[in-house]
């Protein structure tokens, strides 16, 4: 009985580690917008400020690239593909995205990855899912719908849809792939090791997409207006690969290897609620009442999610009713 107790109180340490790094990775993603918008409206190209922010982690992460070199041999997969879905797919389709669908739209299309990484987990890993995390799915896309207002620039473009659903796609793949370095054992791969290379990928993907070489340079020795204030351009630059990329991506990773994909991908979904109210103090963009509402409701959709999902380990069981169900805590298969 002590050992079981022990045990439970090691998971749930566990599990409150992994929601603090979840949060803090929401945080950090959610503050990329507030400091590219002055850039963008600076000059630079939404694609070129994309390019800088994974060129520029990846060059803060490349010793550690050449510390876990080993893992070029061990998981060349894994690192090709959280490097052209995690980093380089969801950038690249949610930009195109926004060329032919209001952002709004575009924003929420994405973070249906939740769904989708219950979906994954439900059908294709053939384990059950807990009811507590399916709710926190809907109450948090039907906040994010109102914290995007997607009601004020709603059309109907196909195409545009479907590139907003391939970076949702791709965010999955960032969860499921996040969740690879959760097997136990010595060769589980170092998250630091799989994000540098996922970085070193997906700037070179992007380097063709983007094309930097047309890229304005001279806009990065200027300064940046941010609601009436001058903020230096590198500055800017600064926070966004260091806070919105490099923190973001580790602590994002670390949070799904001690939660799950699917737990995970529901706090995630604070990054819009972060973007939107960091907006609103930094750039001036005033949050409406249903913003407000909307954000509460993605709040309780995130807490429900994870405060009813067992920690991984724990067997603890999910629901209960006639029968009582448990989600497994494993990783994903290699």
């Known amino acids: 009985m002590p050992v079981h107790t022990s045990e439970s109180s ?3 340490h566990g599990k409150g580690a992994g929601l603090g790094l ?7 993603f959610g503050g990329s917008g507030v400091a590219a918008k002055p850039l963008i409206e600076a000059g630079l190209d939404p694609l070129h400020v994309v390019w800088l922010r994974v060129a ?6 490349l010793p550690l690239a050449v510390r876990h070199r080993a893992l070029v041999r061990r998981r060349p997969t894994l690192l090709a593909g959280f490097g052209l879905l995690a980093v380089a797919g969801v950038q690249a389709c949610y930009f195109a995205a926004l060329s032919r669908i209001p952002v709004g739209v575009a924003l929420l299309v994405e973070y249906l990855a939740p769904a989708l990484v219950l979906g994954w987990v439900r059908f294709v890993q053939r384990r059950p899912v807990s009811r507590a995390a399916a709710l926190g ?3 948090a ?6 914290v995007v207002e997607v009601w004020s620039g709603l059309s109907f473009d196909a195409l545009g849809l479907l590139l907003a659903l391939g970076a949702a796609c791709c965010q999955v793949g ?5 969740d690879q370095g959760s097997e136990a054992g010595d060769q589980a791969p170092d998250p630091l090791g799989v994000i540098a290379y996922g970085l070193l990928v ?9 094309r930097p070489w047309s890229m304005d340079w001279s806009a990065l020795a200027g300064s940046a207006d941010m609601n009436g204030t001058a903020v230096p351009a590198f500055a800017l630059l600064g926070w966004i690969v260091l806070v919105a990329t490099v923190v973001a991506y580790i602590t994002g990773v670390l949070s799904v290897r001690r939660l799950s994909p699917q737990v995970a991908g529901v706090v995630a979904c604070l990054e819009a609620v972060v973007a939107t109210v960091l907006a609103w103090v930094l750039l001036g963009e005033h949050l409406s009442a249903p913003q407000i509402v909307g954000g509460a409701v993605v709040l309780l959709g995130a807490f429900i999610a994870q405060s009813s999902t067992p920690a ?6 999910v629901a209960r009713g006639g029968v009582e169900r448990e989600l497994s805590a494993r990783g994903t298969p290699a």
């Not at 979840?22 to 950090?28: E, G």
């Not at 896309?141 to 109102?146: K, P, V």
């Not at 991984?312 to 069981?317: A, T």
């Open 137 to 139: 799915v809907v109450l």
């Open 202 to 210: 997906g700037a070179a993907v992007l380097t063709v997409v983007a």
């Open 10 to 12: 090691r998971g749930s």
């Open 22 to 28: 979840a949060l803090v990775s929401a945080l950090a």
């Open 312 to 317: 991984k380990g724990s067997g603890e069981p």
């Open 174 to 178: 960032y969860f499921v792939l996040s």
């Open 141 to 146: 896309a039907g906040g994010l719908a109102c």
């Open 56 to 61: 520029g982690a990846a060059l803060v992460m």
